[in-house]
């Protein structure tokens, strides 16, 4: 049961402990089969018909004379005037939609106990993610926060930022910081930075462990998924979700050792209990503001378990 550094990294290990850019662009062949998810309906537009667009940008169309029926908001007062008639403005859809990877690199997200790290998980699954957004058309680009810097590409229609975000994605797995900053303030100050960039209709995937959330971040994960399509991306390593049989276990980071005493049953139910309440409580979360939660593990086939989810979410 052991976790090595990052900065021990060779060759083979690349896609286990780090994973390099050509890694992340080689999955781009993959993500064209990946399942796109379908928009959540949540508001109406004018008429009878709800917009699976929901909350999605209007861009300005043309002017044409006023019908009964029109809404009266969308008057053109500047071609009433002119002409003497009233005029209604016509707009459609914006199709480009912004799609945003957050994705957390803080420390705690370099740890297995089995198949890769958790940063691992979390950098191949963004790039899935984003590859399959890119090739249907839409705006990519996101956040990554590694404990000590917030990185932010704004979203556009491009392959160089496209290119750009994996390549920030693929250093961060490399490099990890050392910081004593506590997990949740970054990812807190990672959620306010997304508010100031995002736009209604975007769809959002916030890749974490989501360790030792609060309240704050709760209440900053409802406001985003008012307008947004947001996804929980919940990555984590089997032994956090059970703790092993009754013995001693000796972890390290190639650097440090711990040893973990799991012979008293208290602690390992204890502990069980607790890992169980994080997962209802953002599971809760997401039913009440109408998000999805996705869990992901360490040995997954990362690809398979995406495109499971991804295909129940579009039932």
């Known amino acids: 049961m052991t ?6 990294l060779q060759p083979e290990l690349d896609g286990v402990v780090s994973v390099s850019l050509q890694s992340l662009i080689r999955l781009g062949g993959k993500a064209q089969h990946l399942t796109s998810p379908r928009s959540i309906i949540r508001a109406s537009l004018q008429g009878l018909h709800l917009s699976p667009f929901k909350g999605r940008g209007m861009d300005f169309a043309e ?20 002409s003497g008639k009233l005029h209604t403005k016509l707009f459609q859809e914006e199709r480009e939609r912004p799609v945003l990877l957050c994705v957390d690199l803080q420390p705690p997200m370099f740890f297995a106990t089995r198949g890769v790290f958790k940063s691992v998980i979390a950098a191949q699954a963004a790039a899935l993610l984003a590859w399959n957004a890119w090739k249907a058309g ?14 932010e590409v704004r979203p556009l229609r491009n392959r160089s930022r496209l290119l750009h975000l994996l390549k920030m994605i693929s250093e961060a797995t490399l ?7 506590a997990q949740t303030q970054q990812l807190s100050e990672a959620l306010t930075n997304l508010r100031r960039v ?17 309240a704050v971040v709760r209440k900053q994960l409802a ?70 939660l996705i869990q992901l593990s360490t ?6 378990t995406l495109q499971h989810h991804l295909t129940d979410r579009n039932r």
């Not at 040995?299 to 398979?304: C, E, G, Q």
């Open 3 to 8: 976790a090595i550094s990052s900065k021990t």
């Open 63 to 82: 002017t044409r004379p006023y019908e009964d029926g029109d809404d009266v908001r969308n008057l053109d007062w500047r071609v009433t005037a002119r």
């Open 138 to 151: 839409d705006r990519v680009g996101g956040l990554i926060f590694n404990g000590e810097n917030i990185h």
């Open 175 to 181: 490099h990890r910081p050392q910081t004593q900053q």
């Open 198 to 214: 995002v736009t209604p209709g975007s769809r959002i995937f916030l890749l974490s462990d989501f360790h030792g959330i609060d």
């Open 223 to 292: 406001v985003l998924a008012r307008h947004s399509d947001l996804y929980l991306m919940m990555i984590s390593d089997p032994m956090e979700q059970q703790f092993p049989a009754s013995g001693q276990w000796r972890i390290t980071d190639s650097r440090r050792f711990l040893q973990l005493d799991f012979s008293r049953k208290k602690a390992r139910v204890d502990y069980q209990k607790q890992s169980a309440s994080r997962v209802e409580q953002l599971q809760q979360l997401a039913n009440k503001h109408h998000f999805s």
């Open 299 to 304: 040995p997954d086939d990362i690809f398979l």
